[in-house]
């Protein structure tokens, strides 16, 4: 019982499980301006379950395929995967598993989100590998968790429409920006190991700059979704509160001072979903 609780503790360790509030509020999002109100239980139960599902089986792709490299990382050595504490079929066994669900859910939710469950797949397997050949793998990266509130728009109304991809330039550009922020501290040892990313090529004041780029980019997006839906007053305070966030991390993480990137990156950086989530609630609903 102890081993089975540990190896447990160890994949919820690997997944980082309680960063999924950095793409689920914003899947929520793209649920709610769907329908400019509430979905059905159903229909919220499963979007939460194929988000899930979604994430669980991308980090463990991305565990596993850059094990080695984690490995060689000072940085990243002591990382579940790197430091074989999981087994890698164990693992491999997971990614099918939740890819899986992630393919039940769609089904359950209609069959538009079933065909293309496969393209979602595609971009979650591909992010893995893109740091090997392009320093725009960030950019990926928000492009895979920015799928979230397009895949819930279409979950609800079963049609692709050009409305929830504004939110989902948003998210990209958002995650892109601190995930810039975040590479910085890789620098020496991505040009060593022949690794693609913004920081590698350009340098920490020059990745810090494309960060600060993307991130009034993702303001921005913000605001055009609110002209596009007609949102009020409580939506435009919850963009400006979050654009404080964003402006509090960037005075926090300079060039030369990067000891509090983790902190910028993940602890206040997941509350910019959950304000624009609910603010959008409240002037949806008030």
């Known amino acids: 019982m102890k081993l089975t609780y540990n190896k447990i503790k160890l994949f919820l ?3 980082d499980f309680k960063h999924t509030l950095f793409g689920l509020p914003f899947a929520y999002l793209g649920a709610f301006l769907a329908v400019m109100g509430m979905p059905t239980i159903r229909q919220f139960f ?3 379950v194929a988000m899930i599902s979604a994430r669980t089986a991308a980090l463990c792709l991305n565990r596993l395929i850059d094990r080695k490299i984690d490995r060689a990382n000072p ?4 990382w579940v995967m790197a430091a074989g504490k999981l087994s890698v079929r164990r693992v491999w066994v997971a990614v099918f598993i939740f890819f899986a669900l992630l393919f039940y ?3 359950q939710l209609n069959m538009l989100c079933v065909k293309l469950a496969p393209l979602a797949v595609a971009v979650l397997w591909i992010y893995s590998y893109t740091k090997r050949f392009t320093w725009w793998c960030h950019l990926i990266l928000g492009l895979a968790i920015g799928m979230g509130p397009i895949g819930s728009w279409i979950a609800i109304t079963g049609t692709l429409d050009f409305a929830p991809f504004i939110m989902g ?4 550009f958002w995650i892109a920006g601190f995930d810039v922020m975040y590479a910085c501290q890789d620098i020496e040892f991505d040009r060593s190991y022949g690794l693609k990313s913004v920081p590698a090529r ?3 004041v020059g990745a810090l700059r494309f960060s600060v780029w993307f991130h009034v980019l993702t303001v921005l997006f913000f605001v055009i979704n609110g002209l596009y839906f007609k949102l009020g007053l409580y939506y435009y305070f919850g963009i400006a509160f979050a654009a404080f966030i964003l402006l509090y991390e960037h005075l926090l993480v300079r060039p030369g001072n990067l000891d509090k990137v ?3 990156s ?3 950086n997941r509350y910019v979903g959950l304000i624009i989530f609910a603010a959008t609630l409240v002037d949806i609903f008030v």
């Not at 940085?75 to 002591?78: E, F, Q, V």
């Open 46 to 48: 499963w979007i939460t």
């Open 75 to 78: 940085r990243t050595r002591d």
């Open 202 to 204: 350009f340098g920490e």
């Open 105 to 107: 859910s769609a089904y």
């Open 266 to 268: 993940f602890v206040i």
């Open 169 to 172: 330039l948003a998210v990209a």
């Open 262 to 264: 983790n902190f910028a």
């Open 13 to 15: 360790e690997m997944i």
